[in-house]
């Protein structure tokens, strides 16, 4: 059955600590993995999209890096409004493209 | 920049009652999904649209919910007779082609009572 677990759960920084998020992923084929931001009461902001291992994309202070197994979410200098959850997902080869989910990261990041 | 539109953005009903739930897909999208979110709990998959019939959908899927796309810009979600476990956001997204990537909407949030 196909996984996807991010931890940790919730993460507290100070504005300008760097740290990273965690996506493990078990997938009968990897056909793409999403990295979304999502607000409280608003829908999935999309950040990177990933499709193979050793794939890396960076936007401003965030950089998505891809192996076979992970994939990790990496925030350089954050800012309080970096504060938001991070939702990790994935499409199956076997799929008709839904996405599964796993339960996101809170983040929040204080000045 | 394009995005995907929904409407209403909240809607409260009683138990028992049709709602429909309204997108507006990216204009030049062809594969259409709904999901949806029970507070506090993560984003789940309902059902995918393309070519005019429905592709894959989940367990949550039930003879309940309907999909139809109306015309050439609308992608409808009906819930037939509502139930309090019903009560969630529930989420538009397409996708183009090529690539994988989808584009979700602002949502709607339901609340059965």
């Known amino acids: 059955e196909d996984q996807v677990t991010q931890s940790p759960e919730a993460l507290r920084l100070q504005e300008g600590e760097s740290s990273s998020l965690n996506c493990s992923y078990t997938?009968?084929?990897?056909?793409?993995l999403f990295w979304y931001r999502q607000d409280p009461g608003k829908g999935p902001e999309f950040l990177f999209t990933?499709?193979?291992a050793g794939e890396e994309k960076e936007k401003e202070r965030l950089k998505a890096t891809l192996t076979k197994k992970e994939s990790f979410l990496h925030i350089t200098a954050p800012k309080p409004e970096d504060s938001a959850t991070y939702l990790c997902?994935?499409?199956?080869?076997?799929?008709?493209?839904?996405?599964?989910f796993g339960k996101g990261t809170k983040l929040s990041v204080k000045p | 920049e394009p995005e995907v539109t929904q409407t209403p953005s909240h809607q409260v009903t009683q138990m028992g009652q049709e709602v429909i739930l309204r997108c507006v897909p990216i204009?030049?999208?062809?594969?259409f999904y709904w999901y949806r979110q029970i507070l506090g709990q993560k984003v789940e998959f309902l059902v995918s649209?393309?070519?005019?019939?429905?592709?894959?959908k989940s367990e949550i899927f039930d003879d309940q919910f309907s999909v139809e796309r109306p015309d050439g810009s609308n992608f409808t979600l009906k819930i037939r007779s509502t139930k309090l476990e019903d009560s969630a956001m529930y989420f538009c997204?397409?996708?183009?082609?090529?690539?994988?990537?989808?584009?979700f909407g602002p949502g709607t949030r339901l609340l059965v009572l």
């Open positions: 649209f393309y070519n005019n019939e429905i592709s894959e």
């Open positions: 997204a397409s996708r183009g082609t090529p690539g994988e990537t989808q584009y």
């Open positions: 204009s030049n999208h062809l594969y």
């Open positions: 997938v009968s084929g990897l056909r793409g």
């Open positions: 990933l499709y193979s």
């Open positions: 997902a994935v499409r199956d080869f076997g799929s008709q493209g839904n996405l599964i």
